[in-house]
């Protein structure tokens, strides 16, 4: 019996592990669906920027690689903005888009994704179309090892639809039998120029980012933070926890303007960064990059990210095994340990709450291993504050800054994260760019815990208004919308509250419940509350 391309194909992907696809098909996929296999599970999203996020969680949660399933160009445009934050978080999603029949391609049919390869750039390491249907599960094959070799990322496929019938080509089946192992080292060399760097520094000071929670290596840098007995930032906006919030080595999450991250790290002679960009600035400050006298190292899985750093000596290497290196290589610092944690005072109580209560609240009930997806952007300093970020891959944020990224991100997380409730917290302004994963979670019983901010306002629009000094636009609020009703209408189980008490009991229940859960927690949010956030 011959075999197919679209079932070479699928053979490609079981080998690869890749059996959860996330998609929102058009006439162009159906091709590729039909017959769909018993052991692949198919998660259906309403809006492909939903069926991205999801994707995207999955793969930053489970370090797979994960196959996307878009519509030609109309289905891949909406979900731009997804593949932004996945670029940035350097997700190995694998996204494919249907394309018309080759019959047609040169007249351009209606639903051509003209010039397919060149859409989805500058957010992808890869694009390809192939010129055969014989090349299609070569092409994938290629994709799946691209998107996984460091510095991993998502990559795009788009396929006629009337490639999937044709017989694939024999030896094909290679393709089973073979992987490709990335791992990259420094060599003795510079591992010693960095360990004397570091010897000889008076003050040095850490500063950690996502790739280090995504290379699974928190315990390794736990363990040089207190070689060094130094302290520690998170790198700015970073979308993961690099770092347990707790330690007494932690110092807090940097802010991004230029002169306020060389504040916060001004008196240290040396700035040693690992696994995150130098740096990832949002608003613009006049000043320095480097406080006077500071030497900076930066070690980064990403060379894009190494050669566009304005300052400091940059080496590229997986982040893990660099740890591990510096562990051996640098000695132990005298002296007593520190404690550079700052004393925070209690939240208040009042009603509406104020986001701290909330933290505090939900960080009293929370399971130990619970986890915890970011998209209330006003207050993402105080959830740092608040909550206990302590195991590894505890806390996703949108890499790009990207609305729309919670919802889906947190169901995929949980899909692929079964064990540990997952908590989304979302501001009101944020929740409506994704709240058709709501359906999602309700159809496939996926039991996330959404936490929905409601303030009535764009609070990040506020804050940074007054950054700019701006003052008021007539684009700031968001009022008179029940989420509650909205979540009830996709099949979701909804609270109200505002008070602690009330929030806490709504939380238990949800956890009891097993099942998908959203809370609208009114808060306080006047403009003053936001900028002290």
């Known amino acids: 019996m011959k075999t197919t391309v679209q079932q070479a194909s699928y053979d490609v992907l079981r080998k690869n592990d890749m059996t959860v696809i996330f998609g929102n098909p058009g006439s162009n996929e159906l ?18 920027a939903v069926v991205l996020g999801m994707a995207d969680g999955y793969a930053q949660a489970s370090g797979k690689p994960t196959l996307v399933n878009l519509h030609s160009a109309a289905g891949t445009g ?71 070799s460091d510095a991993r990322g998502p990559v795009y496929v788009s396929v006629p639809y009337d490639d999937w019938a044709k017989e694939a080509e024999h030896q094909s089946i290679a393709l089973n039998n073979r992987k490709v192992v990335s791992r990259r080292a420094l060599d003795s060399m510079s591992v ?84 995150a960009p130098v740096f990832r600035y949002h608003q613009y400050e006049a000043g320095d990059y480097l406080p006077e006298g500071a030497n900076l190292i930066h070690i980064t899985c990403d060379a894009n990210e190494a050669a566009r750093a304005p300052a400091g000596d940059a080496y590229i290497a997986d982040i893990k095994p660099t740890l591990c290196q510096l562990l051996d290589a640098v000695d132990v610092r005298g002296g007593d340990f520190p404690d550079f944690r700052s004393v925070l005072a209690s939240a208040p109580q009042t009603s509406p709450m104020h986001p701290e209560t909330v933290f505090e609240t939900l960080n009293s009930v929370a399971p130990d291993n619970a986890v915890f997806v970011n998209e209330s952007t006003s207050t993402t300093a105080s959830m740092w504050e608040r909550i206990n970020f302590k195991n590894q891959g505890s806390y996703y944020y949108a890499a790009a800054g990207g609305l729309g990224f919670a919802m889906p991100a947190g169901v995929g997380i949980k899909m692929a994260c079964p064990d540990r409730q997952v908590f989304v917290v979302i501001g009101d302004g944020s929740s409506n760019y994704s709240i058709q994963t709501l359906w999602t979670a309700a159809q496939y019983n996926i039991p996330v815990i959404f936490i929905v901010m409601k303030n009535g306002t764009y609070g990040a629009l506020r804050w940074f208004a007054s950054v700019l000094e701006i003052g008021d636009i007539p684009a700031f609020d968001v009022p008179n919308i029940d989420f509650a009703k909205i979540a009830e209408g996709y099949g979701v189980q909804a609270f109200s509250v505002k008070t602690s008490d009330e929030l806490r009991n709504a939380i238990t229940r949800g956890i009891a419940m097993g099942k998908p859960v959203l809370i609208e927690v009114e808060t306080w949010g006047a403009l003053q509350d936001l900028q002290q956030a």
């Not at 039909?34 to 809006?47: A, E, H, I, R």
């Open 31 to 48: 091709p590729f669906l039909k017959d769909f296999p018993n052991d692949f599970n198919y998660v259906l999203g309403l809006q492909e």
């Open 78 to 148: 909406n979900a731009m903005g997804a593949l932004a934050n996945a670029w940035n978080s350097h997700s190995p999603l694998v996204v494919t888009a249907g394309q018309q029949h080759r019959a047609m391609l040169a007249v351009e049919p209606y639903l051509t994704n003209i010039d397919a390869t060149q859409l989805p750039r500058p957010l992808v390491k890869w694009s390809y179309e192939p010129s055969t249907p014989q090349e299609v599960p070569y092409t994938l094959s290629r994709a799946i090892h691209t998107a996984m």
């Open 192 to 275: 010693k120029e960095i360990a004397h760097i570091i010897s000889a520094a008076g003050n040095p000071v850490l500063v950690f980012g996502s790739d280090v929670d995504a290379d699974n290596a928190n315990l390794e840098a736990v363990k040089l933070a207190e070689r060094l007995k130094c302290p520690v930032w998170a790198a700015p906006s970073t979308p993961r926890c690099p770092f347990p919030n707790r330690h007494p080595s932690f110092k807090g999450i940097l802010p991004s303007g230029i002169a306020s991250i060389a504040d916060r790290l001004a008196r240290h002679d040396l700035i040693i960064v690992i696994g």
